[in-house]
């Protein structure tokens, strides 16, 4: 193995210091580092065993041994495009410093992120994103894992704060262009989010109590997906969870139709995509839509505004309400004919 400080020879000192605190922990692997570069807030590794990725692990212990059982069950299916996490020499899963932070090592691809303005590229997502949830079909017993929101509870959550923004706003004073543009699309915004919630808590799938026979990736977005010579690999199963493949298929499927005005045929077609390898039931149907129907680009840009300084609000933030609101008329007609092709009955 390569001496530590010669991997971090002509790195910034400032920058060396911390990097010097995360490669010493390779030291607890069975492995041999060749060299080491800065990724995104990770240390990338060159080793013996092909490139790995060092990081910080943010979430509970608990959460690492889900993660790498649902990891183990997917490629003993015989889907391998997903990463894998390595044991350190004691056999753990996660390694802590001297701080007591947990860190991470896992295997890595290398490659570029999935190009969202490329549809052909995109398809193949969805295409492997359901080859993927075939993979994860629970089969026995799993770790037991804190179980995050269902769509229900977070849509309740989002509700909640879309009220306390919208008291905040109304007793404060003297106003930006922002606030003052936000406040005359606010109360549109605002009853759409109750009705949605509203009619989710009437529908099928909030009536339903069976546990989900799948396992998510829970961030399936361009970030974690890389694409090779040998396909599209997928990374970062930290939010991995047992729900609906609509979790993933929405998330996926919102970012890529905000950036295209909620083009039908593109929005369409990535559902057919996913279609090809894996079959939605009823009430996964029932989720997407209304998962699409809730105003979640406008909460975001709320919850971004409200917490965070207000003494000086980007003009990015009146680029994207103003975005948000001009599309609702396609929008609303891209789910429109979603309820008549999938048969979702209105409330």
Same mark, same amino acid.
């Given at each position: 193995?390569?001496?530590?400080? #010669?991997?971090? &020879? ?22 041999? /580092? ?10 990338? $590794? ?28 997917? $490629?003993?299916?015989?889907?391998? &495009?997903?990463?894998?996490?390595? #044991? ?27 190009? /969202? ?13 359901? @080859?993927?949830?075939?993979?994860? *079909?629970? *089969? ?23 009220? *306390? ?8 004073? &003297? ?9 005359? $699309? ?53 939010? $991995?969870? &047992?729900?609906?493949?609509? *979790? ?81 008329? @396609?929008?609303?007609?891209?789910? @429109?004919?979603?309820?008549? #092709? ?6």
């Amino acid at each position: 193995m390569i001496p530590l400080m #010669k991997l971090l &020879q002509g790195k910034d000192m400032g920058v060396a210091i911390v990097n010097d605190r995360c490669v010493s922990l390779l030291e607890n692997y069975d492995i041999e /580092v060749h060299s080491t570069r800065k990724g995104r807030s990770a240390i990338l $590794c060159e080793t013996n065993c092909g490139t790995m990725i060092l990081k910080e692990y943010a979430a509970r212990r608990e959460k690492s041994v889900f993660q790498d059982a649902v990891l183990n069950m997917i $490629c003993e299916c015989g889907f391998s &495009q997903v990463e894998t996490i390595v #044991k350190n020499k004691e056999q753990e899963l996660l390694t802590t410093d001297q701080d007591g932070i947990s860190y991470i090592l896992k295997t890595y691809y290398d490659g570029r992120e999935c190009n /969202v303005r490329d549809s052909r590229e995109c398809m193949l997502a969805m295409e492997t994103l359901a @080859l993927l949830h075939r993979s994860s *079909r629970v *089969r026995g017993e799993l770790p037991a894992v804190t179980v995050p929101y269902t769509v229900s509870q977070e849509f309740d959550k989002h509700n909640k704060e879309l009220r *306390r923004v919208r008291k905040f706003l109304k007793e404060k004073g &003297q106003k930006t262009d922002f606030e003052i543009y936000l406040m005359q $699309c606010y109360d549109y915004f605002w009853e759409l989010a109750q009705r949605v919630a509203g009619e989710l808590e009437k529908s099928n799938i909030a009536k339903a109590l069976n546990t989900p026979a799948i396992v998510c990736h829970g961030d399936f977005q361009h970030h974690n997906l890389i694409v090779t010579s040998t396909g599209i690999h997928i990374i970062n199963f930290e939010k $991995c969870t &047992q729900d609906s493949p609509a *979790r993933d298929i929405y998330l996926f499927m919102r970012k890529l139709l905000e950036k295209n005005d909620w083009n039908q045929e593109a929005g369409f077609a990535l559902i057919s995509a996913y279609e090809k390898n894996n079959e939605l039931c009823r009430e996964d149907y029932e989720q997407l839509y209304y998962r699409l129907s809730y105003p979640e680009k406008f909460w975001k840009i709320v919850n971004f505004y409200y917490n965070s300084g207000k003494a000086w609000i980007p003009g990015k933030n009146l680029e994207k309400l103003i975005k948000v609101n001009e599309q609702e008329v @396609l929008k609303k007609e891209f789910l @429109l004919n979603f309820r008549e #092709k999938y048969g979702i009955l209105s409330l």
